[in-house]
């Protein structure tokens, strides 16, 4: 069983930055790829980045390539989302996922979420 839990949204003007946590709590925290999806009001949920357990195996959506950075921390068993140059196009609910494997990017793969963080880009 894994449990996560995200925090570190908020309200941020068009340009600045927000950093999203995701905390798990689970055995082996190295075995579990580890994603960030983001649903907006009447869109469907979808995936913005991944990391695998090699901290060298990351994943971005084409929207936030090269303004997004995920990195994850085995031993604090928690994964980052530093989100730079925000757009108010980014505003949705932010959710941690995790699998066992390799990161995949459509949503059906995770067996695990948390419980979203929402974040709102003002113009």
């Known amino acids: 069983q894994v449990q996560l839990v995200e925090s570190g949204g908020g309200l941020v003007q068009a340009g600045g930055s927000l950093r999203l946590s995701c905390i798990a709590t689970v055995r082996t925290f190295s075995n579990y790829a580890m994603a960030w999806f983001r649903q907006a009001p009447g869109k469907e949920r979808e995936f913005v980045s991944g990391i695998n357990w090699s901290v060298g195996s990351t994943y971005y959506a084409d929207s936030v390539k090269g303004r997004f950075t995920i990195s994850r921390d085995n031993a604090k068993n928690t994964v980052y989302l530093l989100m730079s140059s925000l757009k108010p196009e980014d505003t949705a609910a932010y959710y941690c996922?995790?699998?066992?494997?390799?990161?995949?990017?459509?949503?059906?793969?995770?067996?695990?979420w948390g419980q979203g963080t929402q974040v709102t880009v003002s113009s």
């Open positions: 996922a995790a699998r066992h494997g390799l990161v995949y990017q459509s949503d059906s793969q995770y067996n695990y």
